[in-house]
Nanobody, 123 residues
Framework: QVQLVESGGGLVQPGGSLRVSCAASISIISINAMGWFRQAPGKERELVAGITSGGSTIYADSVKGRFTISRDNAKNTVYLQMNSLKPEDTAVYYC?????????????????WGQGTQVTVSS
């Protein structure tokens, strides 16, 4: 079971930028898809962005054009670059490992969750 460690969260003003990282305990080349999720207080965890080993990506409508997911296979790390941050982006951000079906194109994530990293957008 791959272990994932998130880092890079913090306090940022509205309109600012932040990059969070997800370090994996194994080579991510062997992982079909990686995803970033977030959970705000009182809300369900939601998928923010995903990326396959081939570079295909998916984004939640609320972050399209502002967030970019990328992966560095050499460092076994997945990043989420967040620009033009809004107060509603405030949440604990988690990463997870999964896959994307070539038949249904459905993304699925069933790995274990890490401790997450807190992102707070506030003036």
């Amino acid at each position: 079971q791959v272990q994932l460690v998130e880092s890079g969260g913090g306090l940022v003003q509205p309109g600012g930028s932040l990059r969070v990282s997800c370090a994996a305990s194994i080579s991510i080349i062997s992982i079909n898809a990686m995803g970033w999720f977030r959970q705000a207080p009182g809300k369900e965890r939601e998928l923010v962005a995903g990326i396959t080993s081939g570079g295909s990506t998916i984004y939640a409508d609320s972050v399209k054009g502002r967030f970019t997911i990328s992966r560095d296979n050499a460092k076994n790390t997945v990043y989420l670059q967040m620009n033009s941050l809004k107060p509603e982006d405030t949440a604990v951000y988690y990463c997870n490992a999964g896959s994307r079906s070539l038949v249904t194109m459905r993304w699925s994530f069933a790995g274990s969750w890490g401790q997450g990293t807190q992102v707070t957008v506030s003036s």
